[in-house]
């Protein structure tokens, strides 16, 4: 019988002879199959490079986002910024079309980020990812474009995350009465913030220190694709969050401000929400990953997984009232 299917792997050696033609790059051998995330990572080996071809999942982004993100990396690698930029097509453009059997699916080939993701023990690599993020935002202040996708505000961040977030919940009531509660408390707390008065521009959107790749001192960031414009206050929030539990993540944290610091002021309007803001970000990373169960599988949307992350966020609300 023929049935259908709502999430394919494209076969590699399909991509290595129809689609890698179509870009320029010199001298292709092979594509590997490199990682499943929120879409597909292939590596494309050239006999003297090796490049990045990401294949995004059906229905999860749109064209215009797709064509906001690569404007915005176009415009970095113009800046002098150290990203994975795309890479041009023969025939011009960026952006290449398939039919995968679950339908339409957008794929557009990178340069490689070279090097390794840093090891955060070394706190000095804190310190060099501020750095570079700063150095990364100071570039994207100037940043236009005639294309759009999402803004990461507050309506995103929160609100557009708590509907995805709410059909799961169990029906006790008790974690609906959570989240309203909590959501409720954030928005008390932001009540009569002028959002246009704090640090606002293009956002990489989901830099929490592991999509960079270090190599020679130099860190190359990639995998914009939760990317737009937005609160910057969240991007530093991001790497908190993703350091706040780590043995030395008091220190983690100076030293990735220390870092930032010394390219770009933080001021004080922004750093004050900072700890609301990993909050914040912990209930849009929910969103992010259950509202895609129907790709990821249905554990992700269990009353056990919503239970553990509900212990999560009392903890880190905890310490945000603490610290």
């Known amino acids: 019988m023929k049935i259908a299917s709502s999430y394919s792997t494209v076969c590699s050696q399909a991509l290595l002879s129809l689609v890698v033609p179509l870009y320029k790059v010199e001298r292709p051998l092979s594509v590997l199959f490199w990682q499943r995330g929120i879409n597909d990572t292939y590596r494309v080996i050239c006999a003297d490079a090796v490049y990045s071809l990401r294949i995004y999942r059906h229905g999860l982004r749109s064209l215009q986002d797709i064509q906001y993100e690569l404007a915005a990396l176009n415009y970095l690698h113009e800046q002098g910024a150290d990203v994975a930029y795309p890479v041009e097509k023969h025939a011009g453009g960026f952006i290449t079309e398939i039919t995968a059997p679950e339908g339409l699916r957008f794929l557009i080939v990178t340069a490689d980020a070279k090097g390794v993701e840093p090891d955060y023990e070394t706190t000095d690599n804190a310190r060099l990812f501020g750095a570079s993020l700063a150095s990364l935002h100071q570039k994207a202040d100037t940043f236009t474009t005639g294309y759009s996708r999402p803004q990461l505000d507050v309506d995103t961040l929160l609100h557009t995350s708590l509907l995805i977030i709410k059909p799961y919940l169990s029906r006790d009531g008790e974690q609906f009465t959570f989240f309203d509660r909590t ?69 983690l944290w100076s030293q990735f401000l220390a870092g930032y610091r010394a390219e770009r002021d933080i001021g004080v309007a922004d750093f004050q929400w900072v700890d609301l803001f990993v909050v914040i970000r912990h209930i849009w990373w929910m969103a992010l990953i259950m509202g895609n169960a129907h790709d990821f599988g249905s554990q992700v949307t269990s009353d056990e997984f919503v239970t553990a992350q509900i212990r999560h966020l009392k903890k880190l609300i905890s310490r945000c009232k603490h610290d």
């Open 183 to 251: 959501v409720s408390d954030i928005c008390a707390s932001l009540c009569g913030v002028d959002f246009s008065q704090l640090d606002t521009g293009f956002c990489h959107g989901d830099c929490h220190g592991g999509n960079v790749h270090l190599s020679e001192g130099v860190l190359t960031h990639f995998d914009f694709d939760c990317c737009g414009f937005g609160l910057r206050v969240f991007e530093w929030a991001t790497f908190r969050w993703d350091t706040w539990d780590a043995d030395n993540g008091d220190e």
